[in-house]
């Protein structure tokens, strides 16, 4: 079965900064994998999505991740931090026929 | 552009009610996901429909159930409501499986 690993729960940045989340997979084959961001009391929205055209993949808001299959890894970056970014963050793979696994989630503070 | 719609955004039961869940999803779509995300939790994945069939079954107590309609619309029922069912509950809709999904805004569910 697919499961993603999110190995940070809370990452805290100042604005400005660089920001790495990180997930790791696990799969016996490429799977595809999501980030969605969810801001405090709002829906899941889809950050950015790997579905094996390019390991690398841009997404809203300035962020991108990079599928790396040697290391199992999909983290998400962005370059330079805004405090709207401030949310919650799953990393998600499909599992099964119809089932979307979510990490336990990392959340992100942005410090001023 | 449509996204998915579910109502009621928030619904207070008392302990041992009856709850009905509805979601819409987007055109076409012709997967639904439902979720369960307990206060600073992940979301848990509790069942999908395809074509109207379910097609997986993750945590879903034997209180609650759910089935797709004809315009693939899908409601949730929840019987014997308990404390620990409050959560927000989000749908969310996909096109064929390992997709991404797009999620509604989710019901807000306190039992007291």
């Known amino acids: 079965a697919q499961s993603v690993t999110q190995l940070d729960s809370h990452v805290s940045v100042s604005e400005g900064t660089p920001v790495l989340l990180r997930c790791n997979y696990s799969s016996s084959y490429s799977p595809s994998l999501f980030w969605y961001v969810q801001h405090p009391n709002k829906g899941l929205q889809l950050l950015l999505k790997?579905?094996?055209?390019?390991?690398l993949v841009k997404g809203i808001n300035g962020f991108e991740a990079e599928f790396k299959k040697s290391e199992t890894s999909f983290h998400l970056t962005k370059p330079s931090a805004h405090m709207s970014d401030a949310a919650e963050y799953f990393c998600v793979v499909p599992s099964r026929v119809n089932d979307m696994r979510f990490g336990a989630g990392t959340r992100l503070t942005v410090k001023p | 552009a449509a996204g998915v719609i579910q109502s009621p955004r928030h619904l207070i039961k008392e302990k041992r009610e009856t709850a009905t869940l509805k979601c819409y999803p987007i055109p076409r779509h012709d997967t639904v996901y439902w979720y369960q995300q307990g206060p600073g939790q992940d979301p848990q994945f509790l069942i999908s429909f395809y074509e109207k069939m379910q097609s997986d079954k993750g945590s879903i107590p034997d209180r609650f159930s759910a089935q797709q309609f004809s315009d693939y619309h899908s409601e949730l029922n929840m019987s014997s409501l308990e404390l620990g069912d409050s959560a927000l509950y989000f749908c969310?809709?996909?096109?064929?499986?390992?997709?991404?999904?797009?999620f509604g805004q989710g019901t807000r569910l306190t039992v007291v």
């Open positions: 969310a809709s996909s096109s064929q499986g390992y997709t991404e999904a797009f």
């Open positions: 790997y579905t094996s055209a390019a390991t």
